[in-house]
């Protein structure tokens, strides 16, 4: 008996990391058998309320782009992206992982999506891949806490996806308008987009290793693909480039960007 809960145990928790659920997030226990009730009363409130409009699929990308457009600041844009609920990554985050540093700095920051680290304390970059990003711009002079040459941080997916997957192309698509409207309302200079999905997202292409090094615009503002530091930690070789990359926002920043 004993060794048949222990296995039932073992297959719920599986199927709980299968899930994306990889850590606990309380010390006490949930009663889940108290939520059944609750939830199908508040569904059964819901759909007396809506009608039969849920049965009309909602256009994600669409929605993203109104309420995108709709924020006249910072702070109104992160109320509009808690406020959306058509991308999935948001049920399984903890935090909507916003921004870092200096709005209005010269040099503005793209990375791809929070990990485990930035969706529990809600900010980006604070784990290995930030401490790495602190390092890369430090060599230039700029960073998040230098005060007089900060730079701006967010990313392309605001919700850490599970166990750090890659985005899906239909979530970067829904996120794009969000993404678009933060490096409208920051206002940078110079745009530093990191690895793959930041390319994905702002310039429609992937392949880092052939697209950084190489200046484009990205919504009437230079921007440079430049090796995200998660990268770099895996494959230090990567590090030379890089540095060449750095001094190019260094050179680009002098020139008055
Ligand atoms: N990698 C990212 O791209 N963003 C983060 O916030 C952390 C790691």
């Not at 007396?48 to 109104?66: C, I, N, T």
């Not at 900060?150 to 970067?172: A, C, F, V």
Request: glycine share 8%; charged share 25%; with cysteine.
């Amino acid at each position: 008996m004993e060794s048949v809960e222990w296995h039932s145990a073992r297959a719920a928790l599986e199927w709980q990391i299968e899930l994306g659920a990889d850590e606990s997030i309380a010390d006490a226990p949930v009663d889940r058998y108290a939520l059944p009730q609750k939830t199908a009363k508040k569904a059964e409130a819901a759909a007396k309320k809506s009608g039969p409009v849920d049965l009309v699929k909602r256009d994600a990308v669409a929605e993203a782009k109104v309420a995108a457009r709709g924020a006249g600041t910072l702070e109104e844009l992160h109320a509009a992206m808690a406020a959306f609920d058509l991308c999935e990554l948001k049920l399984g985050a903890r935090n909507l992982v916003f921004c870092d540093g200096v709005a209005g700095s010269r040099v503005m920051v793209i990375g791809e999506s929070p990990g485990r680290e930035e969706d529990r304390v809600g900010r980006p970059f604070v784990g290995q891949a930030g401490q790495m990003l602190d390092r890369m711009f430090a060599a230039i002079g700029i960073g998040r806490s230098v005060a007089e040459a900060p730079i701006y941080i967010t990313n392309t997916l605001p919700w850490r996806p599970p166990q750090n997957r890659d985005p899906k192309p239909e979530e970067i698509a829904m996120m794009k308008p969000f993404l678009e409207r933060h490096i409208e309302l920051a206002a940078p200079e110079v745009l530093v987009i990191m690895g793959n999905w930041a390319c994905q997202a702002l310039m429609g292409q992937r392949g880092i290793t052939r697209l950084r090094g190489t200046w484009v615009e990205v919504l009437g503002r230079p921007a440079l693909p430049m090796c995200h530091p998660a990268y770099l930690l895996r494959m230090p070789a990567a590090k030379r480039e890089t540095w060449a990359d750095l001094l190019s926002v260094k050179a680009r920043l002098e020139r008055g960007a």
